[in-house]
């Protein structure tokens, strides 16, 4: 069984035989060649390996959870009524006002002026128009001009009155500080828009004119009465808390007749309020004549005004003719050769040629400077 196990393999090989196999031969080993010099160690390579950072690990390990803040936020209308109300009380104030607008304008891009909001947001503006003369103030210029140039875009959201109201801020807000601008063509659009304004006003009656002497002895007697009733106040109560008592007078039925004559009052309010702008830009315009580019445009303004008079009432009339009077003399001025200021109307060329026509300075540079020409006779 041993031999039938075997019988499968191949027949085992012949030993080689010592006639096949030629000699060895020893050879001489041949010296290596001298390696060259190794180069000279930078000196990055002399500083240490960085270690490891820990970004590798982080590769297995699960990422974490970053945190993730909200740039806008979706207020709901009760958020941005109460919002709204916070910015109306505080933007009265001239050193909160920058912020205050700031904020107000952050509720126009948002989106969040609505015709549901828009009372709300009148009452902003109200506010902030309550000193006629603050938006004026060159630290809060620009602020009121970003601010009801932005109204402008949302004021379909308001209703006919407000929207008039509106209008007659942006005269004082936008068109009347563009008047203080160093660039002219800035200044030539404001006094194109002033111009349009005035034609698209009314001719003034004499119950305008009635109104007007009205609400002039009304303020007066309103003002009075204010400081009368803060001293008044500050003596009976000088902690403040009849405020935080609740009023419990009851409202009284509106008729339509009322409504109706509400309405009529409100429109004229309006109108008065128009006019009012348009005269004070008038003066602020009137007060940059010195500057010269200006004054072009100020004689065009002011002959417009003037030509158009019979559309202000009988103290705006008054303000006209006087302001037109003072435009006529400067143009006859300049016309004879004089400036604003009563002096001759020179270039810097004709000053400087007036300055130097009594200096004795020689023709020949450095050689007699004084101009006594002592070194004519030597250089012959």
Request: one cysteine or more.
């Amino acid at each position: 069984m041993g031999g039938e196990l075997f019988e499968d393999l191949p027949p085992l090989a012949a030993p080689p035989s010592s006639a096949n196999v030629s000699p060895v031969i020893p050879t001489e080993i041949s010296p290596a060649p001298p390696l060259p010099p190794p180069p000279p160690a930078l000196k990055s390579a002399l500083k240490r390996a960085k270690p490891p950072t820990e970004s590798q690990p982080e590769t297995s390990a699960p990422e974490k959870k970053r945190l993730r803040f909200k740039t806008t936020t979706d207020a709901s209308e009760t958020q941005v009524i109460e919002a709204m109300k916070k910015i109306a009380l505080h933007i009265k104030n001239t050193s909160k006002f920058s912020k205050a607008s700031k904020l107000a304008l952050q509720l126009i891009q948002a989106g969040s002026v609505k015709p549901a909001t828009s009372d709300h947001f009148f009452a902003i503006l109200e506010a902030a128009m309550s000193s006629l003369s603050t938006c004026h103030e060159p630290s809060v210029r620009a602020n009121y001009h970003e601010l009801f140039t932005a109204a402008q875009d949302t004021i379909e959201c308001f209703p006919k009155k407000q929207q008039t109201m509106i209008t007659t801020w942006t005269m004082r807000a936008v068109v009347a500080n563009d008047l203080f601008t160093d660039d002219s063509f800035v200044f030539s659009k404001a006094t194109n828009r002033i111009k349009e304004t005035i034609s698209n006003l009314p001719v003034a009656t004499e119950d305008d004119d009635g109104e007007e002497a009205a609400a002039l002895k009304e303020k007066t007697e309103a003002a009075n009465e204010e400081a009368e009733t803060a001293d008044n106040k500050e003596e009976s109560d000088p902690f403040g808390l009849d405020d935080l008592i609740p009023s419990t007078s009851t409202g009284k039925r509106v008729t339509p007749t009322k409504s109706r004559k509400g309405q009529e009052e409100e429109t004229k309010r309006c109108l008065r309020s128009q006019r009012e702008a348009l005269i004070s830009c008038l003066e602020i315009a009137a007060n940059r004549y010195k500057t010269p580019w200006c004054q072009t445009a100020i004689d065009i303004l002011v002959k417009h005004a003037f030509d158009n008079v019979s559309r202000f009432t009988s103290c705006q009339r008054d303000a006209i003719e006087k302001l037109w009077a003072s435009v006529r003399d400067q143009q006859v001025r300049r016309k004879q050769g004089k400036s604003v200021s009563g002096k001759l109307d020179v270039n810097a060329f004709e000053h400087l040629q007036q300055k130097y026509a009594n200096e004795k300075i020689s023709i020949r540079r450095a050689v007699g400077g004084s101009g006594d020409r002592k070194c004519q006779q030597w250089l012959g």
